[in-house]
């Protein structure tokens, strides 16, 4: 009893933290929509642990835990990959406006030489 009410309070508060995270658009909305659906999954499940083992035994699987983890690691790697995709992505776009940043400040440079060379050629 008391594992499921600590497991029920702590999902309770992340997902007041989620949405005030979003809220506030600390936290972009295609991520608090993730977060936001794994907490209305987990929260009935910590407040009413019969119901994980149901669905364990509805899977095919030995307990209820073994589920839990199973699709914990899951889920895990799943946001791994996501974020190795973004960061790749990102990666991507500041090498292309270093690039374009460079060439810019190549042309600002070269319009001042030829500036500063036409002011000398006219003093």
């Known amino acids: 009893m008391k594992l499921t009410l600590v497991t029920g309070l702590t999902g309770l ?6 949405v005030e995270l979003l809220r506030r658009r600390q936290l972009r909305e295609k991520y608090g929509m993730l977060w936001l659906a794994v907490l209305i999954i987990v929260i009935p499940l910590s407040l009413f642990p019969r119901l994980l083992d149901n669905v364990a035994e509805l899977l095919g699987v030995a307990s209820g835990v073994s589920l839990v983890l199973f699709l914990g690691i899951v889920f895990l790697l799943l946001v791994c990959v996501h974020l190795s995709w973004e960061v790749s992505a990102l990666e991507e776009e500041t090498r292309t406006l270093a690039e374009d940043f460079a060439l810019l400040r190549a042309e600002i440079n070269a319009d001042r030489a030829a500036r500063d060379e036409l002011v000398s050629t006219d003093g």
């Open 13 to 18: 508060l992340l997902l007041g933290t989620i």
